[in-house]
């Protein structure tokens, strides 16, 4: 196997020549069609502490966590979101420097919008669980599949869901995004799965609807749409039980994979109307291609412990 060793000759190439990611071979690239490779120029997709992982309700260690607090999320943004597709099935350019773009940048195939602050002044923030800080928010992403294939990260006893979107936060003692990723506390990310229904109407996650309602507007790659309406955080959440949720120490998803997340998956699977799922499949990378199955294999949980806070009344007879 030379991979590496090509790898290995790229990666010591990217700090001397600042040239277009298109010169690199396409097997070097970022891409979902080969995750297992994903290793061979960021190393830690293949160390430890990886996600997504596959959770069960019967193997997960039912504990009293405290609740999650949702800190400004009822607050409306005080600007209008910019929902963006930077949908690349190759490597993710930025500022023309390989290094840039290997070392710093968060590479994030999907639509996704950064999260603003407050008419409060301060972005919405979240404590408890597992979090031992103030964690701020700082974007949404969403990972789905295609119509073949349902396109959730993490499995939830043994079934993979039709999409998830990560709301990631950032631990307030940490000033980067950089420097965030290179502590084990660095990143919260809250998940939410989401399965199918047939119904024709719009869902009661208001704020989802119109993230989703952006999506025909965003079919081409680097394209982005604003929506009119001044939303709350709160509001991609509807009504779902915000006490009950898995929490585990993990990775991002998608290079470099540090292993700086502090995961909290809620056990509730939210509804999507089956006219709106495949807005996302409609969606286009840099050279044209379907963005589809944007979710990366489960990862081994290694002897990690897997926590699942359920309501207090739950624990009364135990
Ligand atoms: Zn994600």
């Known amino acids: ?8 000759f790229y990666q010591r190439l990217l700090f001397l020549l600042p040239f277009s990611a298109n010169l690199l071979p396409e097997g070097l690239r970022f891409s979902y069609d080969e995750p297992q490779q994903w290793r061979h120029i960021y190393p830690q997709c293949g160390g430890s502490y990886q996600s997504p992982i596959a959770l ?12 999650l607090n949702f800190g400004h999320y009822e607050e409306p943004f005080d600007e209008l979101l910019s929902v963006r597709n930077n949908g690349h099935t190759g490597m993710y350019k930025a500022a023309g420097n390989m290094h840039y773009i290997f070392k710093e940048y968060p590479v994030i195939f999907t639509v996704e919008f950064r999260v603003p602050t407050t008419v409060l002044g301060e972005r919405p923030y979240l404590t408890g669980g597992l979090l031992g800080d103030f964690y701020e928010a ?20 043994g079934r993979r869901y039709d999409l998830e979107m990560h709301i990631v936060h950032r631990n307030t003692n940490y000033q980067s995004d950089e420097e965030a990723r290179n502590q084990t506390d660095g990143l919260a990310v809250l998940a939410v799965l989401f399965k199918v229904v047939r119904t024709n109407y719009p869902h009661y996650q208001p704020g989802l609807s119109e993230i989703l309602g952006s999506l025909l507007h965003l079919g081409d790659f680097n394209s982005s749409y604003t929506p009119a309406a001044f939303l709350t955080l709160g509001s991609l959440l509807g009504n779902l039980d915000r006490g009950n949720f898995y929490a585990y120490r993990g990775s991002l998803t998608t290079p470099p994979c540090s292993p700086a997340v502090l995961w909290h998956v809620f056990a509730e699977v939210l509804p999507i109307s089956q006219l709106e799922l495949p807005k996302f499949w409609q969606l286009r990378d840099r050279r044209g291609r379907p963005l589809l199955n944007t979710f990366r294999p489960v990862q081994s949980l290694e002897g990690r412990q897997v926590f699942q806070r359920r309501p207090p009344s739950e624990y009364i007879w135990l």
């Not at 196997?1 to 290995?8: A, E, L, R």
């Not at 069960?56 to 609740?67: D, F, V």
């Not at 992403?141 to 993490?154: D, L, N, P, T, Y």
Request: aromatic content about 8%.
């Open 1 to 8: 196997m030379h991979f590496p060793t090509i790898g290995d």
């Open 56 to 67: 069960n309700s019967r193997k997960a260690i039912p504990i009293s966590l405290p609740p």
């Open 138 to 157: 700082m974007a949404v992403h969403f990972h789905w599949g295609s119509s073949q294939r349902k396109g959730s990260e993490h499995l939830l006893n």
